[in-house]
């Protein structure tokens, strides 16, 4: 079975301020990895997403992620974040003979001005 | 902005109620998904298809939710009983293939059952 985690349900940093939303999965062995965004009465838009390769992928609006194997993490981070980025992030995982992606429970992200 | 159009964006129904929900999915995009997520934001997968072809689907859709993706139609899921418990936001995703796992999104039909 596959599943995947995002521990803090809820962060809140200031503008400019660096951030860290974490996410572990569960899977034998390695995923195709995705961060999504969803902002408010919107669907979700894709940040980024790891297949292979370099471990580090860069995405939309500065935002990168670290795959780490030895860890199970898929942790996205960006350097300086703006109040705009206030929105619910979710990590999926997907191992190809499942055919559906697993969603996490998203952590909501709040931006203090 | 989405290219996956949902509609409608919201819909109330009272117990008992049909719901029918409609996508369609991006030009060039043969695989459709449909997801339930609820207020927690807990994503539940429903059903999904290649063309007009079910791929997989969980057993509560086989009661009293039902779904299509006629050819040169909108896809649709049908709830023919409602529920409270129904009360989520249905997402539609579109992809290319059954390979890559990018999902691409419509905005959802939340649906409120009372």
Not at chain 1, 33 to 57: A, E, H, M, N, T
Not at chain 2, 31 to 45: I, R
Request: hydrophobic residues 30%; contains cysteine.
């Amino acid at each position: 079975a596959q599943s995947v985690t995002q521990p803090d349900a809820r962060v809140t940093v200031s503008e400019g301020a660096s951030l860290q939303l974490r996410c572990k999965y569960s899977y034998s062995g390695t995923p195709y990895l995705f961060w999504y965004v969803q902002y408010p009465r919107q669907g979700l838009q894709l940040l980024l997403k790891y297949y292979s390769g370099d471990p580090v992928v860069q995405g939309v609006n500065g935002f990168e992620a670290e795959f780490s194997k030895s860890n199970s993490s898929f942790h996205l981070r960006k350097a300086s974040v703006h109040w705009s980025d206030s929105a619910v992030y979710f990590c999926a995982l997907f191992s190809g003979g499942n055919y559906k992606p697993t969603f996490g429970k998203g952590t909501s992200l709040v931006v203090h001005p | 902005n989405s290219k996956v159009i949902q509609t409608p964006r919201y819909l109330v129904k009272g117990q008992g109620q049909k719901a029918k929900m409609r996508c369609i999915p991006e030009k060039g995009h043969p695989v459709v998904f449909w997801y339930q997520q609820n207020k927690n934001n807990e994503f539940k997968f429903l059903i999904n298809f290649q063309n007009q072809e079910v791929l997989q689907q969980i057993d509560m859709t086989e009661k009293r939710f039902s779904a299509e993706c006629p050819s040169n139609s909108p896809c649709s899921l049908e709830i023919q009983s409602s529920e409270a418990g129904d009360s989520a936001l249905y997402l539609c995703a579109s992809s290319r293939t059954q390979n890559t796992g990018q999902l691409y999104f419509g905005e959802g039909s939340k649906l409120t059952v009372l």
